[in-house]
């Protein structure tokens, strides 16, 4: 029986207090003290895991301090400093583009229009989305890999992997107010247990909300060990979700 759009909203709304209740310290895993830092460093998160930018952004975050910093740079000297998060070139383009935009354009500041964001160099919706929820306090659907998964695990959406078209279907299921706390919610339970390949179905706190348990690609070996999903992945699947991560470029990040 095709599940309602009333029984849907229900159902997110059960999610969101178990994950709530599972990861109550989700949010933005990047490290930044400065707008324009967070906003370098969501750009290099692009096919990149979180722990590798946080490895990569303090000595570039204490040469650069403003977008002119950033903007003057020798392209090949970012170029190398930002290696090894991974398509480099692209990245650095899109940075360096991003800050002579921001000083021509606003005096070196980062705009808070969502629209305005969107039409920057190097911001995608994803990027936008959290930027806005993060330092302007706008509610917005950060769909980025494990989103995209859990959304069609959860049932939510059928095979689906367009990004924009998850997340214009979530806002549908997903109460405005609510779409930032959901957006790390499932970006969390994907790391820490709803893994790519093996996911922890044992120990997943949503399990009996989710049509996929047992099913999308569970291996007990995988669920021998206890409810994980408070703590950090092990490196095996640290790895696995690196290895999943979306293969879009760093502009639709």
């Known amino acids: 029986m095709k599940e309602s759009l009333g029984d849907r909203q229900k ?3 059960q999610i969101l207090r178990r994950l709530r209740k599972a990861y109550p310290d989700a949010g ?19 096919q990149c895991t979180d722990r590798r930018v946080n490895l990569v952004t303090p000595a570039l975050f204490k040469k650069y301090r403003t977008a002119r910093d950033w903007a003057a740079t020798p392209r090949e000297t970012l170029e190398e400093e ?4 991974g398509f480099f070139r692209n990245k650095a383009k899109n940075i360096q583009a991003l800050m002579t935009r921001l000083e021509e354009e606003f005096n070196g500041t980062l705009p808070s229009d969502f629209d305005v964001l969107l039409s920057l160099p190097g911001i995608g ?3 936008a989305n959290l930027l806005a929820a993060t330092l302007f306090d706008q509610p917005g659907l950060i769909v980025d890999t494990h989103f995209i998964r ?17 997340e214009f279907s979530l806002q549908k299921i ?17 790391r820490r247990c709803c893994y790519a390949w093996k996911p922890n179905c044992e120990g997943c ?14 291996s007990k070996a995988a669920c021998a060990k206890p409810s994980p999903y408070a703590s950090a992945p092990s490196k095996g699947h640290a790895k696995t ?6 293969s879009r470029t760093s502009k639709s990040a």
């Open 28 to 46: 933005c895993e990047l490290d930044w003290h400065t707008p324009l830092q967070l906003t370098v460093a969501t750009i290099l998160s692009a």
């Open 241 to 246: 979700t690196a290895r999943a991560a979306c």
């Open 82 to 85: 930002i290696r090894s998060t």
């Open 11 to 13: 159902r997110a709304r």
């Open 205 to 218: 706190p949503i399990r009996p909300l989710c049509p996929s348990a047992f099913t999308a690609g569970w």
């Open 174 to 190: 997903v109460p405005r107010r609510d779409w930032t706390d959901w957006s790390h919610g499932m970006v969390i339970h994907g």
């Open 125 to 127: 919706r994803k990027t």
């Open 150 to 166: 859990l959304s069609n695990r959860l049932g939510f959406v059928a095979n689906l992997t367009d990004a924009v078209k998850i």
